[in-house]
Each structure stands twice: as structure tokens, then as C-alpha cells.
């Protein structure tokens, strides 16, 4: 990377707080030299290869090999995006844009070409500029990833409410099923109460209520494991795609949920 201009958007940080372009310096790079150069590693590199700051590390493409000296680790989340998925696995790490002048074989080829406009008004024509200069190319304009992202989200939003909506039906059946069976168990007390006087509607009145009173301890109890469980995916799905994601707590889906 060009790290005067690495990352166009965001900024990289190290665990002690310093940038890539601080961590990284082009000038120490050249031949003849027992280490050639600076590297940043990802965090889940590092302990793989059980390196830390001031280590030498070997770096090799095809019969080239070099030695660098780790300057810096950064976290995985850095660069551990969809677009990285591999990297936020196995890891990744940082070497300035002189470097590939020691690997020849590397010179010429790039995976991802960004540009940053000073003015986004005209994205979707420069866009669509380079899609006609460019057909082999993969173009993707901000605006389209944004209606990717909407389109995710408008996905996974609708997928939730209809596995929402077939748990309270099966919780549903579950509550019927169970108030039958106790319905069953408890005729004889149901020949006690209305021995002593009640009338059915009153005994009625009395399984819904308590049917009602399990309904709401449920609800409460489900709420409160329902937070934990999302807490713990949360932690799963942030180690898998190495994002953080963030956490809070919706009050109008659990009251729509315990209303229902």
C-alpha cells in the first residue's frame, strides 16, 4: 500500500495507538540489506506466527524471498471484511508499494483499484464511464453499495419477522397443546369446583387466567434469555466476520412480541 494515501476512507491504528503511515517507512526499503523493510501484521497473524514488535519475518513470492521487521500489529477487524474474508481467517499484513519492486512477479498486478472523488454529485456517471472504458472490470460505485446494504438489511429484517412469526406460532400450539393436557389432568378438580358451587364460565375464567399468568412469565422469562442468546451470537458472528457489530436493546419488538 501507499500509505500516504492507505486508507482513502477510515484510518488504520496500531494496538499503541500509531497510523499505518507511521508504522510503515518507505525509505528503509532497498536491496542488499539483512532486513529490507517494514511490515505491519494483523493481529491473528502475529500470534499464528507467534511474532511481536522488533521480530524479523520472512516474506516470499515465488523464488523471492526477503526478511522485514515487524513495526507494528494492527487489529484483525482492520481489514477482515467481505471483501477480505480469507485475510480476517488466515490473517494479512502491510508492506509499502516500493516493496514490489523486490518481487518482479508482483509488479503490474492489482486485485482492487479505489478512487475517491472530491465531488460524489457525478459517482453513478463516473461509474457508469468506467463500466464502458472498463468491461472487464467489476465496477461498484458507493451508490450501489448502498442499495446492496439496503437490500441485505430489507432481506435479513424480513427473514427475522417470519422466523419470529413461525416461533410464536409453534409457541402458540405448544401453549394449547400444554392447557389441554392440563385441562385433562385436573377433571377431578374441575368436579370439586363446580361441586362446590362455581358455575363452568367461572371455571373458565379461572384457566385463562392462569393460562394468561403463564403467557406473561413466559414472555418475561423469554425476553430476558432472548437478550442473551443475541449477546452470545453477537460474540460468534463478530469473530466470524470479523466486524464489530453493535449491540442494543429494541424495546418495541419485545413489547410488540409480549403483547402477541
Known amino acids: 500500500v501507499d500509505t500516504s494515501v492507505y486508507p482513502l476512507y ?3 491504528r496500531s494496538d499503541d495507538g500509531r497510523y499505518l503511515d507511521e508504522m510503515i517507512h518507505p525509505d528503509t526499503y532497498g536491496l542488499g540489506q539483512d532486513v529490507v523493510g517494514d511490515v505491519v501484521l ?3 497473524l502475529a500470534e499464528d506466527m507467534h511474532a511481536d514488535v522488533n521480530d524479523d519475518v520472512t516474506v516470499s513470492f515465488g523464488s523471492d524471498t526477503y526478511k522485514f521487521r515487524v513495526s507494528g500489529i494492527v487489529d484483525t477487524r482492520a481489514e477482515g471484511t467481505f471483501q477480505n474474508f480469507l485475510g480476517g ?22 486485485s ?14 463516473i461509474g ?9 472490470m467489476d465496477v461498484t460505485t458507493t451508490t450501489e453499495l448502498e442499495d446492496q446494504n439496503a437490500d441485505i438489511s430489507t432481506f435479513v429484517t424480513q427473514l427475522v419477522s417470519v422466523m419470529g412469526l413461525v416461533s410464536m406460532l409453534i409457541g402458540g400450539i405448544g401453549i ?14 374441575i368436579a370439586v369446583l363446580k361441586t362446590l358451587g362455581l358455575e363452568p364460565s367461572e371455571i373458565t375464567v379461572l384457566f385463562l387466567v392462569e393460562s394468561i399468568l403463564m403467557g406473561i412469565i413466559g414472555s418475561i ?11 452470545a451470537l453477537k460474540g460468534a458472528a463478530d469473530a466470524f466476520l470479523v466486524q464489530n457489530l453493535s449491540f442494543r436493546i429494541a424495546p418495541v419488538p419485545v413489547v410488540t412480541g409480549f403483547i402477541v
Open 42 to 44: 494483523s493481529e491473528n
Open 176 to 189: 394449547v397443546n400444554t392447557m389441554l393436557v392440563v385441562v385433562r389432568r385436573r377433571t377431578g378438580e
Open 89 to 110: 481467517i488466515f490473517g494479512y499484513y502491510y508492506i509499502d508499494i516500493k516493496a514490489q519492486e523486490l518481487f518482479p512477479d508482483l509488479v503490474g498486478h492489482y
Open 10 to 12: 477510515g484510518e488504520i
Open 128 to 136: 457508469d464511464d468506467l463500466d464502458e472504458a472498463f468491461p472487464f
Open 221 to 231: 422469562l423469554g425476553s430476558f434469555l432472548r437478550f442473551i442468546a443475541v449477546f
Open 112 to 125: 482492487n483499484i479505489y478512487i475517491k472523488l472530491k465531488d460524489t454529485s457525478d459517482v453513478d456517471k
